[in-house]
């Protein structure tokens, strides 16, 4: 028989529910630390745009979750306080981003005018001049790297997914993949250099050799992201397909792929915005040029990032002039870059599998 005197009152236990703070209470500590930050680390000591961050900052960690202790309990503290924590670092991750984009959308929306695009930078000194030859150098430089890497790099992922059965070929290959992800650019470039020397002679430059050594840094993204999309098609399919007496070739070329395709394209496009900023290999072998050339397998190659270089490194005597165009040109590889992100997002969604209900 249980002793009533000895029972738990309802005094001695945890309450069910404790206090919760207002829902304005982040709000109105935030407003406080920007308050103080401006008021005593900007205005009274004298700290600057720093100084009133940091105090600000350090309020903001304090108050809000010693306010917590008090009316909700060490557990919601905790919360809150790693909370503060995680937006904290978030905003740290974005000043450089937003700092980025603001300076250069400041500095290169004055040089985006109809002649920037139009014209090229052939008999031109200073202004008048244009990206039209570096713009439409980058287009082919890059497109020709994606005819090069996308066969290469998907079949390879195939072989690895699909045939391989993780024999001492595909850890082979496995390997040779992770160590090529990890290789500077300069590296692809000097590979491409040496090996269009051997062919066509020393000091040899082409939109081609470019188009090679982009390539080198495009196959281990196409190879990798491929892996990952083909690992994540379901097994039942294939033993489905297998089961009606589909060939693997097929089953791969009908099933395996078709469900994979939404993943494959968006790595595909992410590879593209990785390198279409290069700029070291294309230094070495595409070279640099005032005049606009369409063939890649003749003649030097400007593209939006060499033209970048050169007009910050050797600007002549129109240091001002040049200056406007690099941050121009920096302006529209940034969007270009941009839009190549938006469209692997918009591709993905578009092909990815449409499950029924």
């Known amino acids: 028989m249980t002793n009533l005197?000895?029972?738990?009152?309802?005094?001695?236990?945890?309450p069910l529910q404790s206090g919760h703070l207002p829902r304005f209470a982040p709000l109105a500590v935030g407003v406080l630390a920007v308050a103080v930050g401006v008021l005593v680390g900007g205005m009274a000591l004298g700290g600057g745009v720093a100084g009133a961050l940091v105090l600000g900052w350090l309020t903001m960690i304090v108050v809000l979750p010693l306010w917590s202790r008090v009316v909700e309990g060490g557990r919601k503290a905790k919360d809150r306080l790693v909370t503060v924590?995680?937006?904290?670092?978030?905003?740290?991750a974005m000043i450089p981003l937003v700092s980025l984009t603001w300076t250069v959308v400041s500095k290169g929306y004055g040089a985006l005018t109809p002649t920037f695009f139009q014209n090229s930078m052939q008999g031109v000194l200073?202004?008048?001049?244009?990206?039209?030859?570096?713009?439409?150098?980058t287009l082919i430089v890059t497109a020709v790297a994606t005819l090069i890497s996308v066969p290469i790099g998907v079949l390879t992922?195939?072989?690895?997914?699909?045939?391989?059965?993780?024999?001492?070929?595909?850890?082979?290959?496995?390997?040779?993949?992770?160590?090529?992800t990890g290789i500077p650019s300069i590296v692809a470039g000097l590979f491409a250099y040496a090996l269009f020397q051997i062919f066509f002679g020393p000091g040899v430059k082409m939109g081609f050799a470019g188009s090679v050594a982009l390539s080198v840094l495009m196959i281990p993204t196409v190879v990798r992201s491929s892996e990952e999309m083909l690992?994540?098609?379901?097994?039942?399919?294939?033993?489905?397909?297998?089961?009606?007496?589909?060939?693997?070739?097929?089953?791969?070329?009908?099933?395996?792929?078709?469900?994979?395709?939404?993943g494959i394209v968006t790595g595909v496009t992410l590879a593209i915005a990785r390198v279409a900023g290069e700029t070291a290999p294309l230094l070495l072998t595409a070279g640099l040029t005032t005049s606009l050339n369409f063939n890649p397998f003749e003649?030097?190659?400007?593209?939006?990032?060499?033209?970048?270089?050169?007009?910050?490194?050797?600007?002549?005597?129109?240091?001002?002039?040049?200056?406007?165009?690099?941050?121009?040109?920096?302006?529209?590889?940034?969007?270009?870059?941009?839009?190549?992100n938006?469209?692997?997002r918009v591709v993905g969604s578009v092909f990815a599998p449409k499950s029924g209900r």
């Open 5 to 14: 005197s000895t029972a738990p009152t309802s005094s001695d236990m945890a």
């Open 85 to 92: 924590g995680v937006w904290s670092t978030f905003g740290l």
């Open 126 to 137: 200073g202004s008048g001049g244009g990206i039209y030859h570096a713009l439409m150098g």
């Open 157 to 180: 992922a195939v072989y690895l997914v699909e045939y391989g059965n993780k024999n001492l070929f595909s850890r082979v290959i496995t390997f040779l993949v992770d160590v090529m």
């Open 231 to 262: 690992k994540l098609v379901p097994t039942d399919l294939r033993e489905a397909a297998y089961a009606l007496g589909v060939p693997k070739w097929r089953t791969v070329v009908k099933v395996v792929l078709p469900t994979a395709v939404a």
């Open 299 to 340: 003649g030097r190659m400007t593209t939006l990032p060499v033209f970048i270089y050169s007009s910050i490194q050797a600007p002549g005597l129109y240091v001002d002039e040049m200056t406007s165009m690099a941050w121009g040109a920096a302006l529209v590889l940034v969007v270009i870059v941009m839009l190549l």
């Open 342 to 344: 938006i469209l692997a």
